[in-house]
């Protein structure tokens, strides 16, 4: 198997890209590697934001465990749950997450409902709470989309403009995604055959990386609790929407043929859109009732 990624637009080329190392006999995936990586920066951003304003830091490192761990079987349920058509031939494999098969979209769900009950024992304000564990979930997500560079995964389709990204054809992790214009426009390098894809990783990490530099700059001034939360709701449901349109691998709604991300996305959009604009008129209302 040839392991080389080429970028050939922007004369970039990647000899010997595994898909990880072993220790011993132990086989060790970068995609779980990239994941711990993220979570790590993210979780540490997460407490000196706590700190910052005003939380207790080991109380948020709790919160921090607890739903990293509820948010990863998340991921996990919401792509098996979409994926079954595989995963009912093969349930062994639902258990063999090294190779992929985490959805974020997954994760965030479950993560926010775990915030929220948590938040509720702890007595701590929900939204205030959000906005500081939403810059965690964005650092996680940047990060995270390297994993899937390295697995050969959530590419999208078929493209030969700037951005053009050169696969292996025999190091794809799986044929489904390779479509019939991929497969009619390989490229052949040194008698290797490779498929020319949008990078949508790399779209999706610099799209967040863009939003996490925004809500950096901004948090101090935020409008009102909840904004840092409905922005992510907002701009990232908004690059996720274009992003999913572009993939080959969408997880779909069931029998109705429809990208359940997408369509998640487009409702996250909508949601924050509300959520926002009824809290910037709440806080306007409000400093009028003090004026007067």
């Known amino acids: 198997m040839n392991t080389s990624i080429i970028f050939p637009n922007l004369h970039i080329t990647l000899d010997n890209v595994g898909k990880g190392f072993y220790i011993g006999s132990f086989f060790i995936a970068f995609y779980g590697v990239i994941i711990a990586i993220g979570m790590l920066i993210g979780v540490s951003f997460i407490l000196k934001e706590a700190k910052r304003v005003g939380f207790n830091e080991d109380e948020f490192l709790d919160i921090c465990i607890i739903t990293i761990i509820v948010g990863v079987l998340g991921a996990r349920i919401y792509y098996v749950v ?3 058509d595989y995963y009912k031939g093969n349930p062994i494999s639902v258990f063999n997450i090294r190779q992929g098969g985490l959805a974020i979209y997954g994760g965030v769900l479950f993560g926010i409902a775990c915030v929220y009950i948590l938040s509720r024992i702890k007595k701590l304000d ?4 959000m906005d500081v564990a939403m810059f965690g979930v ?7 989309r390297w994993g899937n560079f390295f697995n050969r995964e959530a590419f999208g389709q078929y493209t030969d403009g700037l951005f053009a990204m050169l696969l292996p054809l025999d190091a794809i992790r799986s044929m489904d995604d390779v479509t019939t214009e991929m497969l009619t426009n390989l490229v052949t390098v040194n008698g290797v055959d490779y498929i020319s894809v949008h990078p949508t990783f790399l779209y999706e990490s610099l799209w967040n990386l863009g939003l996490l530099v925004l809500l950096i700059c ?3 001034k935020k409008p009102f609790d909840g904004y840092v939360f409905f922005m992510y709701l907002i701009i990232y449901g908004a690059g996720r929407f274009w992003i999913e349109g572009l993939r080959t691998d969408q997880l779909k709604l069931w029998a109705t043929g429809l990208p359940v991300s997408q369509l998640l996305a487009a409702v996250l959009v909508v949601l924050g859109t509300g959520l ?3 809290n910037f008129k709440k806080q306007g209302a409000e400093i009028v009732k003090k004026e007067k």
């Not at 929900?126 to 709470?129: N, P, R, S, W």
């Not at 964005?138 to 995270?144: D, E, K, L, N, P």
Request: positive net charge; contains cysteine.
């Open 138 to 144: 964005i650092i996680g997500q940047i990060c995270g």
């Open 82 to 84: 979409f994926a079954w």
């Open 218 to 220: 901004t948090r101090k």
């Open 276 to 278: 926002f604009v009824y």
């Open 126 to 129: 929900f939204l205030k709470v």
